[in-house]
T-cell receptor, first 115, second 111 residues
Framework: DADVTQTPRNRITKTGKRIMLECSQTKGHDRMYWYRQDPGLGLRLIYYSFDVKDINKGEISDGYSVSRQAQAKFSLSLESAIPNQTALYFC??????????????FGPGTRLTVT | DQQVKQNSPSLSVQEGRISILNCDYTNSMFDYFLWYKKYPAEGPTFLISISSIKDKNEDGRFTVFLNKSAKHLSLHIVPSQPGDSAVYFCAASGGSYIPTFGRGTSLIVHP
């Protein structure tokens, strides 16, 4: 079974709709992240959380919100989706207590299309 | 302004030859560097890393070189195999442990 799972894997939604992307992990890591990937733009950080009570904005947080429901779950919401939020979204985790603290473990991604 | 730059969007190499992927950074506070590999329809996976106290790190066919004075690192794959065809992301971290990613280089290894 995958250590970091994302649901849904694909989603098409209309402009103005609210949508939630979910991420769950079984790695026991305390740190979780949301990224988006656009063609030619690499991975850009949306939000990150170092523990359940810690939520921080990344470089492109406008139009997004997050919820850390538990150590293992980190959800990303688009309150009112717009077409330029069409992208590939990745959840990632990392382990504060690991010798490999810098390494991140990514989920398989959610392809979101906003029409 | 990009702090981590991968100036080659794509690279094509013959099987068995060396692949060299390059990465430049501008932030002198970065002290840890990573390479990730991404196949289509999958998330990125960690490949190899290097701390700023080293100038070289090897793992099998993969070697990362770091030139701190030039703020440049490179990933060498020898010999290249068709299964290495993927997008490679360079990433750099400082004290926050949160990486900044480059835009990626698509490597195609031809049989």
């Amino acid at each position: 079974d995958a250590d970091v799972t994302q649901t849904p894997r694909n989603r098409i939604t209309k402009t103005g709709k609210r949508i939630m992307l979910e991420c769950s992990q079984t790695k026991g890591h305390d740190r979780m992240y949301w990224y988006r990937q656009d063609p030619g733009l690499g991975l850009r950080l949306i939000y990150y959380s170092f523990d359940v009570k810690d939520i921080n904005k990344g470089e492109i947080s406008d139009g997004y919100s997050v919820s850390r429901q538990a150590q293992a779950k980190f959800s990303l919401s688009l309150e009112s989706a717009i077409p330029n939020q069409t992208a590939l979204y990745f959840c990632a985790t990392s382990d504060r207590d690991s010798a490999s603290i810098y390494e991140q473990y990514f989920g398989p991604g959610t392809r979101l299309t906003v029409t | 302004d990009q702090q981590v730059k991968q100036n080659s969007p794509s690279l094509s190499v013959q099987e068995g030859r060396i692949s060299i992927l390059n990465c430049d950074y501008t932030n002198s506070m970065f002290d840890y560097f990573l390479w990730y590999k991404k196949y289509p329809a999958e998330g990125p996976t960690f490949l190899i890393s290097i701390s700023s106290i080293k100038d070289k790190n090897e793992d099998g066919r993969f070697t990362v070189f770091l030139n701190k004075s030039a703020k440049h690192l490179s990933l060498h794959i020898v010999p290249s195999q068709p299964g290495d065809s993927a997008v490679y992301f360079c990433a750099a971290s400082g004290g926050s442990y949160i990486p900044t990613f480059g835009r990626g280089t698509s490597l195609i290894v031809h049989p």
